[in-house]
């Protein structure tokens, strides 16, 4: 049994589609019962999202947690993102499904972006936001038999938090919908403003955040970034796209959002590069 906020829309999110093909995967051997809770434990009505799981051979819950625990028994219940690990949930299924087991997908480690971001700030208040949702994650966390992390360093993070509780890895393994022929694919070019290990092999680098915005470099950086815009304004209008990463990966350094230290200096370099 699945336990989420929303039904996943794997064509608005990444996240949504790693969660959607991995509802997928376990449907293909397990019967899979998805119950989409709003903050009141009361059913989602179905949409198109709702009709996709029907579509992978998901059994969509039609009552509220207590009694989809009692019509089902199932002897796993996930649940996506840590809120949805409510005391009375967890309470719930400790109670009526004594031998499940828990799973919480914790989808990323939050509270490791708001301390990257306290420490720039120095900021009291974006330090207790911090430390208040680490608190609450960990709390959650804690009464699963398992936790499920995005990546490895994800998976560090938590491991070293909660000793006793196991963490495993599924990334966003998912496959890339086949919407562009394999001519168009080789003429594709990408353009990345971030330094991210999780960033496709192919992708040429722009910047590295962190370091002081210049929007003139002499050397390779420059020539590479250059070369990159060029290629993305040559291509038709249709496939002329430039992916920047982004807008606030606290935790990995990879941010264009204005902060203390260069303000809006990385917008600015962002424009200066474009015009150029």
Not at 24 to 45: T, W, Y
Not at 53 to 59: K, N, P, R, V, Y
């Given at each position: 049994?699945?336990?989420?906020?929303?039904?996943?829309?794997?064509?608005?999110?990444?996240?949504?589609?790693?969660?959607?093909?991995?509802?997928?995967?376990?449907?293909?051997?397990?019967?899979?019962?998805?119950?989409?809770?709003?903050?009141?434990?009361?059913?989602?009505?179905?949409?198109?999202?709702?009709?996709?799981?029907?579509?992978?051979?998901?059994?969509?819950?039609?009552?509220?947690?207590?009694?989809?625990?009692?019509?089902?028994?199932?002897?796993?219940?996930?649940?996506?993102?840590?809120?949805?690990?409510?005391?009375?949930?967890?309470?719930?299924?400790?109670?009526?499904?004594?031998?499940?087991?828990?799973?919480?997908d914790s989808v990323d480690v939050h509270f490791n972006r708001l301390a990257a971001?306290?420490?720039?700030?120095?900021?009291?208040?974006?330090?207790?936001?911090?430390?208040?949702?680490?608190?609450?994650?960990?709390?959650?966390?804690?009464?699963?038999?398992?936790?499920?992390?995005?990546?490895?360093?994800?998976?560090?993070?938590?491991?070293?938090?909660?000793?006793?509780?196991?963490?495993?890895?599924?990334?966003?393994?998912?496959?890339?919908?086949?919407?562009?022929?394999?001519?168009?694919?080789?003429?594709?070019?990408?353009?990345?403003?971030?330094?991210?290990?999780?960033?496709?092999?192919?992708?040429?680098?722009?910047?590295?955040?962190?370091?002081?915005p210049v929007a003139i470099e002499d050397g390779l950086n420059a020539l590479n970034?250059?070369?990159?815009?060029?290629?993305?304004?040559?291509?038709?209008?249709?496939?002329?796209?430039?992916?920047?990463?982004?807008?606030?990966?606290?935790?990995?350094?990879?941010?264009?959002?204005?902060?203390?230290?260069?303000?809006?200096?990385?917008?600015?370099?962002?424009?200066?590069?474009?015009?150029?």
């Amino acid at each position: 049994m699945v336990v989420s906020a929303t039904y996943p829309r794997p064509d608005q999110a990444s996240g949504d589609l790693r969660f959607f093909t991995l509802l997928g995967l376990l449907a293909r051997k397990f019967n899979v019962v998805f119950c989409a809770l709003d903050s009141d434990g009361c059913i989602l009505p179905d949409d198109p999202y709702s009709a996709q799981l029907e579509g992978l051979a998901i059994t969509l819950g039609t009552v509220g947690l207590p009694q989809a625990l009692k019509t089902h028994s199932p002897d796993l219940v996930w649940f996506e993102f840590f809120h949805q690990a409510r005391p009375d949930y967890l309470a719930l299924v400790r109670r009526l499904c004594p031998r499940a087991r828990v799973l919480i997908d914790s989808v990323d480690v939050h509270f490791n972006r708001l301390a990257a971001k306290a420490r720039l700030s120095g900021l009291p208040t974006d330090q207790a936001a911090a430390g208040q949702m680490k608190e609450r994650k960990l709390s959650a966390y804690a009464q699963a038999e398992l936790v499920v992390a995005v990546s490895d360093e994800d998976a560090r993070l938590l491991r070293e938090a909660l000793p006793d509780t196991p963490v495993a890895v599924l990334p966003d393994g998912h496959t890339i919908p086949p919407t562009l022929t394999p001519r168009a694919k080789s003429s594709v070019n990408w353009c990345s403003w971030g330094g991210s290990s999780m960033r496709p092999k192919s992708i040429r680098r722009l910047h590295n955040p962190g370091r002081k915005p210049v929007a003139i470099e002499d050397g390779l950086n420059a020539l590479n970034r250059r070369k990159a815009l060029h290629m993305a304004s040559s291509l038709p209008s249709d496939r002329r796209f430039v992916f920047i990463k982004s807008w606030n990966e606290w935790a990995e350094g990879n941010y264009l959002e204005p902060d203390l230290r260069f303000g809006h200096q990385y917008l600015q370099v962002i424009r200066e590069e474009l015009g150029s």
